[in-house]
């Protein structure tokens, strides 16, 4: 796999959001599992030294003028990576959650050429994950809706630990999903005939921060993604942008 | 009891904005964030359109007994009274955020023209 990776042009996404005391870790540990790996930090509105950390580590650092949420900053690193020319993309979220030596996992399916986007899940496998009641039955629940949709079984459909070829790097750079992007962006991707992998991994308990979803906002995120998923299945497909010359 | 022909109108002009705001969901020009409380304005009024014993008993706690329709006309009015509000926050937002932006581009441009 090493040998693989290293023909492509890769990059790492981090979306960051007030995490100066973990994203520094997470720059070193992506470094550790691959020094050849590019890495974008993309700091949404933070008002700690997050960008600062993560400039004196030597990594790109895109500030957003104020937060977009989630989707706004992982879609600014999508079209980074578009117009960089990166053949691969990951996302290792900014607040330690992702362990990057689990990297090889996602990134095996893409490589191989068996999915255009892999996702890690919490659940399939090793690595017992805990996490609040309200916060199971929500992931359970659009488990079900999300697999019923993409008529393929998934089990963590909010995961944000995943990999993405060209092909998905192109898609996303031009259209995701706002607010809280996880669920809908996979209902997009397989929608765009685009093949998606889950894979099993193991995950860390955060390591600092605060979870951007708290328990008063999850009926609104709840219904505002089971809303966009099924007003997503009516829609016309987004055009993916266009490579320039290559 | 609420005359037919005003439930049957009702219905149908609630029904209609649950249309509206659907196909501007799906041609992207209403965002899903924005089209909950919409969403939520028209199924309140199709439900309480249609379900006249309802109507008829919620007006009764509000002492309406001679038109019980002009419950669904306040309740209506509610409704978008709390998305106008809604909508002065989000335009509120959005201009700190033009704000901010117009502030960044001058000292880019500063930077281009000096730097």
Not at chain 1, 27 to 56: H, K, L, N, Q, Y
Not at chain 1, 159 to 165: C, E, I, L, P, Q
């Amino acid at each position: 796999m090493a040998e693989l990776l290293a023909e492509l042009d890769r990059i790492a996404i981090v979306p960051a959001l007030n995490e100066e005391v973990t994203v520094g870790r997470v720059i070193d540990e992506i470094r550790e599992f691959d020094p050849g790996f590019d890495i974008v930090v993309v700091d949404d509105g933070s008002t700690d030294r997050t960008a600062g950390v993560a400039a004196d580590r030597g990594a790109h650092v895109l500030r957003l003028p104020f937060n977009l949420g989630i989707g706004g900053a992982m879609q600014t690193g999508f079209r980074f990576a578009f117009e960089r020319g990166y053949d691969i993309a990951v996302q290792v979220d900014g607040d330690g959650q992702h362990d990057p030596s689990q990297l090889p996992k996602i990134l095996g399916p893409v490589l191989s050429g068996d999915a255009d986007l892999c996702v890690g899940s919490r659940f399939t496998g090793d690595g017992a994950y805990r996490s609040s009641f309200a916060r199971r039955v929500g992931i359970k629940i659009f488990a079900r809706v999300v697999s019923m949709v993409v008529r393929q079984r998934v089990t963590d459909t909010t995961s944000g630990f995943r990999a993405v070829n060209r092909r998905g790097i192109a898609l996303f750079a031009a259209d995701y999903p706002h607010d809280y992007p996880e669920v809908e962006s996979t209902v997009m991707l397989v929608k765009h005939k685009l093949r998606l992998v889950e894979v099993p991994v193991a995950m860390r308990e955060r390591g600092g921060g605060a979870s951007s979803i708290t328990a008063f906002r999850s009926v609104y995120y709840m219904t505002k993604v089971l809303l966009a998923i099924f007003v997503g299945l009516f829609r016309r497909n987004a055009v993916p942008l266009e490579e320039e010359h290559r | 009891m609420t005359p037919l022909p005003v439930s049957i109108a009702a219905a149908v002009a609630s029904f209609l904005l649950l249309v509206v705001v659907f196909e501007l969901i799906r041609s992207r020009r209403l965002r899903e964030r924005y089209a909950l409380l919409w969403l939520l304005t028209g199924i309140v009024l199709l439900v309480l359109s249609l379900w006249r014993g309802g109507l008829n008993t919620i007006a009764g706690w509000f002492g309406v007994v001679s038109y019980p329709p002009a419950i669904l006309g306040a309740i209506g009015a509610l409704f978008i009274l709390v998305v106008l509000l809604h909508y002065s926050t989000v335009i509120s937002r959005l201009s700190d955020q033009n704000t901010i932006l117009a502030q960044r581009l001058a000292l880019l441009e500063q930077q281009l023209r000096e730097g």
